[in-house]
């Protein structure tokens, strides 16, 4: 078999190494999508969503229910792969594939020309420093309309996003603390799972330190750092135990920060074109023509 080299993509994915470290790049994918779709010539847009919008179950007709779902699978890939600062938007959307309304698509066309905006946006790692670290973060009751919260966790390395989740909960919380707690628990069981990954890998250092994950609620590390629960859910008693657990065989570290620092708030709710810009900056989102 010959060797035809060092891999430069993968799966769609296209792998750039630098002096200044690697960088993964969707740019030709998106704008393959959004040619396919139509949305190309489109006005750009500054935010993928708009926190004002609120969006629900439709009760009249679907609209272009088939091409609602390829989009959607489109943009899930690309979500996936590369661009956690959809992450949210585009699960949002995922709940409406079965009867889309025009709400939704206006929606999708939000992100499209959001996209189109960002296309040659990139994941970028620096060289050093190799660790891992993580925010957790939830918002409580503001878009949903069963008054469920949405999860959300995103973890680094050297300077990029290296897992990310945005994600309704199926705990049905009493108070934000309960929900900041369940949050907590998903991010660390993540964080428990890397931890392990990154154990096996030979050239990385087998000494694993636990894993830093920041979190914006007090109370809920208030809760976290007492070794009983005196709730009485039983559900809520669990994700305490399995975040008390990780914390005492020294799988993960719980730590407060700023709401505005807090690098998982895109993945639970929509921000303002400020916030947005800065948050993916500190994801590694980076222009590939400035690497």
């Not at 020309?113 to 973060?137: C, I, W």
């Amino acid at each position: 078999m010959k060797d035809l080299g060092e891999a430069s993509v993968i799966l769609g994915i296209k792998i750039t190494r630098s002096e200044k470290g690697i960088s993964l790049d969707q740019s030709h994918y998106v704008e393959k999508i959004l040619k396919k779709y139509g949305y190309f010539n489109y006005k750009p847009a500054c935010t993928p969503y708009d926190p004002s919008v609120k969006l629900f179950k439709n009760t009249g007709d679907s609209v272009r229910q088939t091409e609602y779902a390829s989009i959607i699978g489109s943009l899930r890939y690309v979500t996936d792969c590369t661009r956690p600062d959809i992450t949210y938007v585009v699960g949002l959307l995922c709940r409406f594939t079965s009867r889309p309304s025009n709400e939704h698509w206006h929606a999708i066309e939000r992100v499209m020309r959001y996209l189109k905006r960002t296309m040659n946006l990139g994941l970028h790692y620096q060289r050093f420093p190799a660790v891992l670290e993580g925010y957790s973060d939830v918002d409580w009751n503001t878009l949903s309309d069963d008054s469920k919260a949405t999860s959300g966790f995103i973890f680094s390395i050297a300077g990029g996003a290296v897992s990310w989740k945005s994600k309704k909960q199926t705990i049905l919380a009493q108070s934000t603390m309960e929900s900041e707690m369940i949050a907590l628990a998903t991010a660390s069981e993540e964080a428990s799972w890397l931890r392990c990954l990154l154990s096996e890998i030979p050239l990385w250092e087998k000494l694993m330190p636990a894993v830093l994950i920041r979190c914006d609620s007090i109370a809920a590390i208030a809760k976290i750092e007492n070794r009983f629960y005196n709730g009485k859910r039983r559900q809520i008693r669990r994700k305490h135990s399995t975040v008390r657990e990780l914390i005492t065989t020294g799988a993960v570290r719980v730590d407060h920060v700023r709401t505005n620092d807090n690098l998982a708030d895109p993945l639970t709710k929509g921000l303002a074109r400020e916030k947005v810009q800065n948050t993916s900056v500190k994801m590694g989102l980076m222009p590939m023509n400035c690497l």
